[in-house]
């Protein structure tokens, strides 16, 4: 017996973990002033206890100390978030731990369908295997999309899951990883440019396990293991990561009273 899923199979898997993905991703818009949005990043939430927060990329924030406004939406619906209580760090200036979280309001978070990756789909400390999948996962600015109609623009912005693995050479810093991002990749359409990686900072990183031969779909074994902070060009682009182990202790430090959901996963090995 064949241990490869079916096209059917594999087909309705991708549309379920897509549709997992999108109902725990939201997006991140920076305004000046009144203006349209300057710049778009990326966001993935989490469940713990019955709050949810957004775990991102401080820089996502950065126009704030200036006078910059922040807009944060739904993946899955589109519908705008808002949130009870935050910290930004220190918005990404260099040398600074470039990570945020955002307690949603559970009203906001309902009405726009909004779910929280699991605290036991959380990999908190994974050890990133040199010759194993991830998906990352994040809203490109190049691949948005603005019309415009009777006076009002509206933006759409695909969301991105490229199924990557880690870089082979050098080493990263424990808390962190490294991972390709490379020009071209294959779709279900055909070959395709990738777009930069522009907006996708804050966004998920995900561990891709062989897939079961039955092709169902267990949320929890494609384990939540990063965000997304940070890309370069070397030769061609590469995107950074922190695993959610300095996350999860970045939010305990701030909201002592989570200890009870969070050790409990940082003590995992």
Not at 18 to 37: A, C, E, S, T
Not at 53 to 70: L, R
Not at 175 to 204: C, F, I, K, Q
């Amino acid at each position: 017996m064949s241990d490869a899923l079916t096209p059917t199979q594999s087909s309705k898997l991708q549309e379920a973990i897509q549709l997992y993905i999108r109902n725990r991703f939201v997006g991140i818009f920076q305004h000046k002033g009144d203006d349209d949005p300057v710049y778009i990043g990326s966001g993935v939430t989490v469940q713990i206890g019955e709050k949810i927060f957004i775990a991102t990329a401080a820089h996502n924030f950065q126009d704030v100390p200036s006078g910059g406004k922040f807009t944060l939406f739904s993946a899955s619906s589109g519908k705008l978030l808002f949130n009870t209580a935050a910290n930004l760090s220190e918005y990404g200036t260099r040398g600074t731990l470039d990570l945020a979280w955002l307690e949603l309001d559970p009203t906001s978070a309902k009405e726009a369908d909004l779910f929280g990756v699991p605290l036991d789909a959380i990999d908190p400390r994974h050890r990133f295997k040199k010759n194993g999948l991830y998906w990352i996962t994040g809203f490109p600015w190049e691949s948005s999309r603005m019309t415009q109609a009777q006076g009002v623009t509206d933006y759409n912005f695909p969301l991105l899951i490229y199924l990557t693995s880690p870089v082979t050479k050098g080493k990263a810093v424990a808390s962190e990883v490294l991972l390709e991002y490379l020009p071209d990749a294959m779709t279900h359409s055909g070959p395709a440019t990738m777009p930069h990686p522009r907006g996708m900072s804050g966004g998920a990183i995900w561990y891709v396990p062989a897939h079961e031969l039955s092709g169902v779909w267990t949320p929890t074994r494609y384990q939540l293991t990063g965000v997304l902070i940070e890309y370069f060009k070397a030769p061609h682009y590469k995107t950074k990561g922190l695993k959610m182990q300095v996350w999860l202790e970045f939010l305990l430090d701030d909201r002592p009273d989570l200890r009870e959901y969070i050790e409990p996963v940082l003590k995992q090995t």
